[in-house]
Structures are given as C-alpha cells and as structure tokens.
C-alpha cells in the first residue's frame, strides 16, 4: 500500500491566490522529504529539499519566497504556492524515505495543480 | 550522481519479456542503480534497486554487468499495466537520497 500520502490530488485556484500541499509518510518518520514539479512531457525536477525542525533548501531557479515549504513534524510536509500564476501550473509530487540504509525513496501520487 | 543514458521509447508484447536497458558508464563504487516506473499522473512507483548482484523481486528482476556500466531491467511478463515511463537512476545513498531524474524510457506494451 501507499507509505506517501499526498493531499489534494488536484486543485484548481485563480491567479494571485496561494495553494498549500501536504505530503505525509505513513506508519514511518521522515525527516527529510523532497519536492518535485513536473511538467508536461518533461521529467521530474528536483524543486526543495524539506527538512524537519529547519529551513528547506531549494534548488536553483526555484523561488524560496513563492514555494514555502513547513515541515513541521516527522510525518509531514508541506508546501505552498503563493501568488500563484497559470505558469506555476503543474504536476507537484513529493517523496520520502524510511530511515535504514538502502531504503527506496516513495513518492505521493502528486497534486495536479491548475492556476486559471 | 553519475548520469544514466536509456533509449527514449521502446515497444513491448503483451506476455513477452521486457528487457530495458541504461548506459551508467561514469558509476562509482559506492553508487547504487534505482528504477522506478511513472504511469500516467501518478507519482513514480519504486520498482528495485542493486550495488552490484542481481536482484530480483514480485516486479522485477535488475541485471548489472560486472563492470557496472550498464544495467538491465526485466519484466518477465509484460501486462498491459505496465506501459509507463521507466526510469534508471544511479545515487550514493549517502548524499541525501535525493533522486535526479533523466528523460527515461516509455515502454509501451502491446496487446
């Protein structure tokens, strides 16, 4: 079954208003989980790595002030578009891993998001 | 990470064994191959991962050449729920798990 699980699975919003994400792990503690964006026909690009207890650290390009990302407790992150605009619209997917070496990451089904 | 090369697309049989290949030629001793599959609109899906053995699971089984330049991935019988995107990628497990995806292979699997 699913050891990430990603909420909403989709989201339509108009420009200009903000749009949170939640990513959490089941029945294991991450502390760290990452975050991804893919576009259409594209592959996944690595957007933010979320820590627990401390700042995210963002990839280049990518905008700390506009994706805030929180990750508040073991099994949670979250993140949020602000000021979203039609070029923020994405397929937004997160991923973790249980803690062990050699453990796989798992991703979330991800959120569709659409900014009209 | 080293990079990984796979073809862009390939075709498969229903019922028929799917063998996909990737090119890691720049892999270091401490990196590990990992493969995932993408169906559409879904998040990536861990298939299985190998140092240096072969290793097989309920999904899969993961041929590495002894060099380590190269890896193959079999799924015995392919189903129609297998076409997808397949990727192949190479991490040390050390550098913080984070996974760089490349292009991958859209396996199409045909009735």
């Known amino acids: 079954g699913a050891v990430v699980s990603q909420h909403p699975s989709w989201v339509i919003c108009k420009s200009g208003t903000s749009v949170k994400i939640e990513c959490r792990s089941l029945?294991?503690?991450?502390?760290?989980m990452f975050w991804y964006r893919q576009f259409p026909k594209q592959s996944l690009m690595l957007m933010a790595t979320?820590?627990?207890?401390?700042?995210?650290?963002?990839e280049q390009g990518v905008e700390k002030d506009k994706f805030l990302i929180n990750h508040a407790s073991l099994t949670l992150s979250t993140l949020t578009v602000t000021s979203a605009h039609p070029e923020d619209s994405s397929f937004y997917i997160c991923?973790?891993?249980?803690?062990?070496?050699?453990?796989?990451?798992?991703f979330g089904n991800g959120t569709r998001l659409t900014v009209t | 990470d080293a990079k990984t090369t796979q073809p862009p697309s390939m075709d498969c049989a229903e019922g028929r064994a799917a063998n996909l290949p990737c090119n890691h030629s720049?892999?270091?001793?401490?990196?590990?191959v990992y493969w995932y599959r993408q169906i559409h609109s879904q998040g990536p899906q861990y298939i299985i991962h190998?140092?240096?053995n072969n290793e097989t699971n309920e999904m899969a089984s993961l041929i590495i050449t002894e060099d380590r330049k190269s890896s193959t991935l079999i799924l015995p019988h392919a189903t129609l729920r297998d076409t997808a995107v397949y990727y192949c990628?190479?991490?040390?497990?050390?550098?913080?798990?984070?996974?760089?995806f490349g292009g991958g292979t859209r396996l199409m699997v045909k009735p």
């Open positions: 991923s973790a891993r249980r803690t062990g070496n050699n453990s796989p990451l798992h």
């Open positions: 029945d294991f503690q991450a502390t760290t």
């Open positions: 979320s820590n627990e207890g401390s700042k995210a650290t963002y």
């Open positions: 720049t892999i270091s001793g401490n990196e590990y």
């Open positions: 190998g140092l240096k």
């Open positions: 990628i190479v991490v040390n497990n050390n550098a913080g798990n984070m996974l760089t």
